[in-house]
Structures are given as structure tokens and as C-alpha cells.
């Protein structure tokens, strides 16, 4: 079987990596790809958002399944021409994609499906905003972009002050372009974040495991947004009660509802959890992987990835056996480019990655990367994923921060306290955390058979 992996992170980097373990798997071609793809795959010069391209590449090359990693294409409809067709593809169509694509639509979702999440006010006009902030008691609050801003697009807030500042940079400075015609102001929501991974085919959800992103871009997390600076998992918060409940509360009403008003889920939903005193609470979905949860996620995954991606794509998931994942903690740290997340500035040669790579239990995963002649060069704000497999939280800190210490380039910088906020050196087993076979959403109703 030939693979296509769409994109050029991190992201599709793991997924690139993981997919040609198959032994089911001949190929993997990743568009375009980075340095790192290409030590590992075959990359293949055409953008990520030309699905016109990609669609002639997947038939050129007799492409057996073809794996969407970013959001931009989903959104632009990439999985609905792929299948118009013929061709076999794992993600969300155009309409399901909304999910991601629309924080408004996304809130709509949740409300029809009574889905726990934060009270929100949709916005079109700047001094409709601020007037709502006036005539409410200051206190924190999150302000969102409707769109996709890479990441980027939500702004906490401590008070009112910023809420105005930041509808101000989303709606008159236009940071986000288009992605901030429309905002949300939500109430800020308090307590542990955990991301939630499921693969699921319109009818059947598998979770995978738990894992906590680290969305600030400095320590203690302080500092602005940023599409994530490292991950570790699994969350060992994230109980099997939790994870029942999340099932159950979350998931299962998220698919019926989407199936309801027509646009059927099919591809990776990610439900970003606050657990609040209240209760989990979805503070996002995302229609893709995570990034960069995929990372560590990927390293403890001992199933086919193949075998689950190409029945999922095929409708055939409640058929899959139960995935196996690695006893073990996987950490995983961002090394990202001076000035990230705003400003900076691209082409610094990266050293020490060979010595990186022969840490044991390692694993360098390129996000914004690329060649120039001999040299690997940076080529994006998070440019590595530096990612390692330990006997527990802080075996796995240690091994991934080793290899951080073997790399360097002109401005390169990471938190260092990723991972922190689990419990330090205790071992964490999942086995038992999830059901034996995939959850079956059943036609018609919002209960489920196992």
C-alpha cells in the first residue's frame, strides 16, 4: 500500500514516520514535507493547499490512502475532492470541518448537543463588543477568532482592559485577517487542560490516549499563545472515570449532533478539555491531529497506524481491535526560532541533530525545517519536536531535555518546564482505560454499544 501524508510539520512528520512501520505499507510520500520527512519519506513539491495538485499527485502515483495532517486544506474542502475522486482519504469533509474552521459554528455544535463548555457571545462589530464589555463586571475573559489564525487566534484575558485590546487587534488592526471579521468573548474557564484525541468514522469513536499541551509560550505559562511548545503523555489526571465521562458527555453527543445537521464526522476530533470544579468542559475541537500532541502520542503507539487510519477511512472502524500503546511516558519538547510566536526570521543552520538522533529512546521530529545544500536550515516559528520515551514523567523529561542540550542554531529557545504539571516520577499506566472494542454511536439516539 502507497501513503500520502498532506502538510509539512511536525505533525506530519510523526504521522509520516509512524505510517511506514506499517508492514502493510510499500511507500509514504509526504507534500511537501520538511528536511525531516525527507530523511524519513519521499517528499513531493507540492503545497499542502494546491488540492487541485494533490489530487493529480495522489493518481499519479496510484496512492492507496491519503492522510490530511493540517486545517487549512480540511477547511478548504481537500477531503471532498479527493473523494469526488475516487480516492481514499482520512478527514473531515468541507461542511465537518466547520468544526475548526468556525468558533461560532463549533459553539452552535456544542449547544445542540448540551456539550459542557464555556458561555460565549458571538460578535460582527467592534462597538457592539466593547459596549457588551461595559455593561458587565470586569473580570477575565477569552477572545477568539471565528477563523483559523495557525493557533494563534485566542487571547486570555485578565481583566476587561485587554478583552478591548485584544477585539481591537482582531477586529480594527485585523491581525488575523479574515479569521477576525467574526469573534467570540467567552467566559475564562479555570482549572487542568487535557487534549483528547479520537478517531472516528461518522458512527464509531476510538480515543486515544490523553495528552496536555502547553499552549503559552514561556515557563510557568506565562507569556502569549502559540500553536503549543511541547506535550507530554499520558495525562495521568486524566482518570478512566474522566476519560468515561468525556466519552459519554462529549464525544458520543459531538458525532450524533454532527451527523443530525447533515455534515457527518469522519477523521481525528480533537476536543481541547478544561476540567473545571464544574466538571470537563470542551474549550475547542480541532478536526485534526494536534501539534504537538501527535508527537508523544505517536512514539507510545505500538498498533498499525495504518490499519486504523484506512478503516476509519473506510467506514470500518468498529471492526478494529483495541489499540496497544506503550507502558511508558512520552515527553516532548518545542524548540522554536527567536521571535516566535511573532516575528522571526528564517534560514539559521541547525547543528547536533545526528547527536540527537543517536540519544536511545529519542526521536527528533522536524516542524520548520528545511535544505539548503548539505545543511539543515530553519524554515518555521516551532522548528523541532524534540521527543523521548521514559520508564516515567521525569525519566522522559530528562531523556528529551538530553537531546534539546545536543542541538543548537543562532536563536534557538524552548520552555523548560514542560511536562512539569504531572506528577512528577510517578509511573502511569492506561491499560484497561478505554473499552474493549471501539464505542458505536447508534442510529437515532445518543446512547452506544460496545
Known amino acids: 500500500m502507497k501513503v500520502l501524508v498532506i502538510g509539512q510539520g511536525g505533525r506530519e512528520h510523526a504521522l509520516a514516520w509512524k505510517l511506514k512501520q506499517s508492514p502493510k505499507v510499500t511507500e509514504v510520500l509526504c507534500a511537501p514535507g520538511n528536511a525531516g520527512t525527507a530523511d524519513d ?46 480516492l481514499t482519504v482520512f ?40 459596549q457588551f464589555l461595559e455593561e458587565r463586571e470586569d473580570s477575565p475573559y477569552v477572545v477568539k477568532a471565528d477563523g483559523l489564525a495557525a493557533g494563534k487566534g485566542v487571547v486570555i484575558c485578565a481583566n476587561r482592559e485587554e478583552a478591548r485590546s485584544a477585539i481591537k487587534l482582531m477586529m480594527r488592526k485585523r491581525e488575523f485577517g479574515a479569521a477576525g471579521d467574526r469573534i467570540l468573548i467567552e467566559e475564562c474557564l479555570v482549572g487542568e487542560e487535557v487534549s483528547i484525541l479520537a478517531i472516528v468514522d461518522g458512527r464509531t469513536i476510538i480515543p486515544l490516549e490523553p495528552a496536555q499541551d502547553h499552549k503559552r509560550a514561556y515557563d510557568n505559562d506565562e507569556g502569549p499563545n502559540t500553536g503549543g511548545m511541547g506535550a507530554y503523555t499520558p495525562a495521568s489526571f486524566a482518570t478512566p472515570d474522566l476519560m468515561a465521562t468525556v466519552i459519554e458527555k462529549i464525544l458520543i453527543p459531538t458525532v450524533h449532533t454532527m451527523k443530525k445537521q447533515g455534515c457527518e464526522f469522519s477523521g481525528i476530533l480533537y476536543a481541547g478539555i478544561m476540567l473545571t470544579s464544574a466538571g470537563p468542559k470542551v474549550l475547542e475541537y480541532n478536526v485534526r491531529m494536534g501539534d504537538p500532541e501527535t508527537q508523544p502520542v505517536l512514539m507510545r503507539l505500538k498498533s498499525d497506524l495504518f490499519e486504523i ?47 540527537a538522533a543517536k540519544l536511545p529512546d529519542v526521536k527528533v521530529f522536524h516542524a520548520g525545517t528545511d535544505r539548503l545544500g548539505n545543511d539543515v536550515v530553519t524554515n518555521g516559528g516551532r522548528v523541532l519536536g524534540v521527543t523521548a520515551l521514559g520508564d516515567d514523567v521525569a525519566d522522559a523529561k530528562r531523556k528529551a531535555y538530553e537531546a534539546v542540550k545536543c542541538i543548537r542554531w543562532e536563536g534557538a529557545w524552548c520552555r523548560k518546564d514542560i511536562s512539569d504539571k504531572a506528577r512528577m516520577g510517578e509511573t502511569v499506566r492506561h491499560g484497561g482505560m478505554f473499552p474493549k472494542k471501539p464505542t458505536v454511536v447508534e442510529e437515532g439516539e445518543d446512547s452506544v454499544t460496545e
Do not use: H
Request: proline fraction near 5%; glycine fraction near 8%.
Open 91 to 130: 478527514g473531515p469533509t468541507k461542511a465537518a470541518a466547520q468544526l475548526e474552521g468556525s468558533k461560532i459554528f463549533c459553539k452552535d455544535i456544542l449547544r445542540k448537543a448540551n456539550v459542557p463548555t464555556a458561555e460565549a457571545w458571538a460578535f460582527t462589530d467592534l462597538e457592539q463588543a466593547y
Open 41 to 86: 519519506v519521499r517528499n513531493v513539491a507540492v503545497a499542502s493547499t494546491d488540492i487541485p495538485g494533490l489530487v493529480k499527485l495522489a493518481k499519479a502515483e496510484k496512492v492507496d490512502l491519503t492522510v490530511v495532517g493540517p486545517e487549512a486544506p480540511l477547511v478548504e474542502g481537500v477531503v471532498d475532492a479527493f473523494k469526488a475522486a475516487g
Open 309 to 355: 487510519l484506512y478503516a476509519a477511512a473506510q467506514g470500518r472502524l468498529k471492526e478494529f481491535e483495541e489499540i496497544e500503546w506503550d507502558s511508558r511516558t512520552a515527553v516532548s519538547v518545542v524548540m522554536a526560532a527567536e521571535g516566535y510566536p511573532y516575528k522571526y526570521t528564517n534560514g539559521k543552520v541547525i547543528r547536533g541533530l545526528d547527536a
